[in-house]
């Protein structure tokens, strides 16, 4: 029996380092060849072992995730064109990226960026690996009501960065929120896939123990409630959170029974430290419940 389970947690583990090996290398050479390389498994078995883990074949997930990067560009970078686009996901041609486009998400990719509705294209995006993987992750716990220092963005979500640089400089200078010994979270107040880019707010929070004190940067006090919570941990960029973030409303919540409270769900990002990986980000999503 521990042989079989050393034998599994060994095979899972060459299977998600190509996983991982996708996610940041997606411009670069991803065929069977060197993705079965990366595996340490034959050519002639990759494939099957691959799909088996994944629940799609190799070059169709290689592609979804081209796509997806791809969609997001398209959304996010007003100087980005069609060509650009297709180029940077390994197509030969805008017109091969826009019938694979179309043909994943039932809209072309022109269409998309005038206006990008993410939530189908999540509901398209359905990778039985991650929702299997999501699944047996959920926990519930009961968090503790935790006292922040919170500054509020307010408008497109592609410069929340420029926020978090503004409360970060707030954090260097009050002192009253280390980023070593205290936590960072983060909450946002509406769907950025759904909400208009002016309308989107964002709290960036810091923990703190005592007042937060004057300043100049917009930093006000503010408190997220206690309460249960059930827990799923996002794994990469915090800018694939939403393949996470669905099918928990999608697929968990409904079976599991239980309902939600009326806060928005909050992020704890466990890699905050800027030599972290991006592939290894670790960030907790709490979905609030009653």
């Not at 998600?16 to 991803?30: R, T, W």
């Not at 990778?127 to 047996?136: G, Q």
């Not at 409630?225 to 393949?243: I, K, L, N, Q, Y």
């Not at 939600?260 to 992020?267: A, E, K, S």
Request: charged share 20%; hydrophobic share 40%; glycine share 6%.
């Amino acid at each position: 029996m521990q042989v079989h389970t050393d034998a599994t947690t060994t095979y899972t583990k060459r299977l998600n380092a190509v996983l991982a090996y996708i996610d940041v290398n997606l411009e670069g050479d991803l065929s069977v060849e060197a993705l079965s390389r990366i595996a340490n498994f034959s050519k002639f078995h990759f494939h099957r072992q691959f799909a088996a883990y994944v629940g799609v074949p190799v070059a169709r997930y290689v592609q979804l995730m081209r796509l997806r990067g791809a969609a997001r560009q398209l959304a996010s970078q007003a100087s980005c064109t069609v060509l650009d686009a297709a180029l940077d996901a390994g197509f030969d041609s805008p017109e091969s990226f826009s019938r694979a486009f179309k043909r994943a998400f039932g809209t072309t990719p022109s269409a998309f960026r005038r206006d990008p509705k993410w939530q189908i294209w999540s509901a398209t995006f359905v990778v039985p690996y991650l929702s299997r993987k999501l699944t047996m992750q959920v926990r519930i716990i009961d968090f503790s009501e935790t006292r922040v220092a919170a500054l509020e963005h307010c408008g497109p979500a592609g410069l929340v960065n420029e926020s978090v640089r503004k409360f970060i400089d707030w954090r260097k200078q009050s002192g009253q929120s280390p980023l070593a010994s205290s936590r960072t979270f983060g909450i946002p107040h509406n769907n950025p896939d759904t909400t208009p880019a002016e309308a989107f707010r964002f709290d960036i929070c810091g923990e703190i123990d005592e007042p937060v004190a004057p300043n100049d940067y917009g930093v006000r006090a503010s408190v997220i409630p206690g309460g249960r919570c059930a827990v799923v941990r996002h794994t990469g960029s915090t800018d694939h959170v939403g393949e996470t973030i669905y099918p928990i409303y999608r697929d968990w919540l409904p079976a599991s029974g239980q309902e939600l409270r009326d806060h928005p769900l909050f992020f704890h990002y466990l890699s905050v430290s800027q030599d972290t990986p991006q592939d290894q980000w670790q960030t907790d999503i709490y979905i609030p419940l009653v």
